[in-house]
């Protein structure tokens, strides 16, 4: 991997991580860097570990071995992403606590002998039970404290929108709320119109013909809960967009959306990502969608980086190994050469038109 820079926002070094029941891991030194306003597209098969490389990136895992480091873009030292603390490792922080707590008891109960027998017992219970509610807080999950000037957003298809997102909560809300603090609340529902017009959401009646504008559902308070699947999905995906990251991390971020949705989303996230300098790491199946805003690729498979990361063009075109030939082989095939095409030509098309 090429050595540190001070535009990298995210570094992973040899990353290893595997389930408790697996008998490998699912995934295996994978190193990699990721520079403000560039994307990592990460390319493989379903189970190839994407999905949990983006939870160790996240610090919702913590990995075996390895070591993931985030920094804000001008801020200072980076620092590791926030992981939760093992069951391990809470259990013997509070054995640690509550052996200290007996170490006392034995001090108070030969004290407390001379001042006779009920008085020693009422400072054993007493501490007893300090111990225990002690061990138990202790006990508790911790979290390291997050990097405080870094702005880290991720898009999931392990999410279900409709479980996700609470179905009372207006959709106005749902965008407005996730915005930056600098954005005034006058500003906010304009905001979050012009999130719905970009990612041309629409409402349909009965008939399937479509009405109303982003201020009229504003208006009648449109809930997410009036929703289809595909369109909840592009809320959601519109709402982490409006929190403006400055990270992203999306696993199958077109999940669930139609042609026109998704070459809309993609061009609000090139957009967002040219006018903030977002750095992306986009973990997907889909060949064209990686081909079209990876500025890198990589070709995951068992866990590991069998190809790259390395500039997408050259990696696709000039495949070295076997599987990632096989894989491109596959995704050229007339129909999926047709999707990618159609994708390619309304993607450029909403470019041009911009």
Known sequence: ??????????RAERLTFAYPRDARPTVRDVSFSLARGRTLAVLGYNESGKTTLMKLVLGQLRPRSGAIELRAPGGGAPAPAPVTAG?????????????????ALCGAAASAAVLGALVAAAVLLALSALAELGGRLIARPTRAAPVPTLRVGFITSEDSPGSALPPRTTIERLLCEKMPDAVPSAERSGRAAAYLRAGHFQMFDSNGKAWGSPEEYFRRKLTIGELSGGQKHLIYVLRELSARPQLLVCDELLCGLDLERKTRVLRLLKHQQREDGTAVLYLTVDFASARLVGDELAFMKEGAFLEGPAPAARLLDYPKTRDLKEYVDESLRQEAMARGQHLRAEFARLERDE
Not at 88 to 103: K, P
């Open 87 to 103: 069951a391990g490792a809470r259990a013997r922080v509070a054995t640690q606590w509550v052996r200290s707590i007996q170490t």
């Open 1 to 10: 991997m090429a050595a540190p820079s001070e535009a990298d926002v995210l």
